[in-house]
């Protein structure tokens, strides 16, 4: 159980933040309720314990690719396919600003935050946010949000303590 390792004031922030990246309160009952049976064992619990960061980890594990994105430094290809989708879930089309986003070419030419920061712009001009947490790690990670809930979403990574900024600055 997550309280093994979280506080309730954690656990809650997760439930929160998922509730506010996922596109439908649907999806968004679905991930809290895969968040609240997440079952952990006696590794998790020892590697997990003091370290409130695992928490964001789980959100990712129970919402990716449906309300968040986890890719490889390099993996421009993932990063491409996984925010067009997460964009598509929200009515919102992302186009790199490229014809083909998924031509070899263009996408041996460019960077995740790279296209962290088109992608971030095109949304942005939709009404929407692309948002990314430092993972600590050479991954990229993050989600889409509606433009009201920053302030929100900054709360609750001081609470789960993760740095969350918009995708115009990627870690």
Same mark, same amino acid.
């Given at each position: ?28 009952? @679905? ?14 619990? #020892?590697? $997990?314990?003091?370290?409130? @960061? ?29 925010? @067009? ?10 186009? $790199? ?8 070419? $263009? ?18 001009? @939709? ?33 789960? #303590? ?10």
């Amino acid at each position: 159980m997550l309280k093994e390792c979280f506080t309730k004031a954690q656990i809650l922030a997760a439930e929160q933040l998922l509730t506010l990246i996922s596109p439908s309160a649907a999806m968004a009952s @679905q991930h809290v309720q895969a968040l609240r049976e997440v079952e952990l064992d006696e590794d998790d619990v #020892e590697e $997990f314990e003091d370290d409130p @960061q695992q928490l964001m980890y789980i959100v990712k594990d129970v919402a990716d690719w449906e309300s968040v994105f986890f890719v490889d430094w390099k993996d421009t290809e993932s990063f491409v396919q996984s925010v @067009q989708q997460l964009a598509e879930a929200r009515d919102a089309e992302v186009t $790199f600003g490229v014809e083909d986003a998924e031509d070899e070419d $263009f996408l041996d030419d460019t960077t995740v935050p790279e296209l962290m920061v088109t992608a971030h712009d095109e949304l942005h001009k @939709q009404g929407l946010v692309l948002w990314n947490w430092s993972t600590d790690s050479d991954c990229y990670s993050g989600f889409i949000t509606t433009r009201d809930v920053a302030a929100q979403l900054v709360a609750l990574g001081e609470v789960l #303590e993760v740095e969350i900024r918009e995708g115009s600055e990627p870690f």
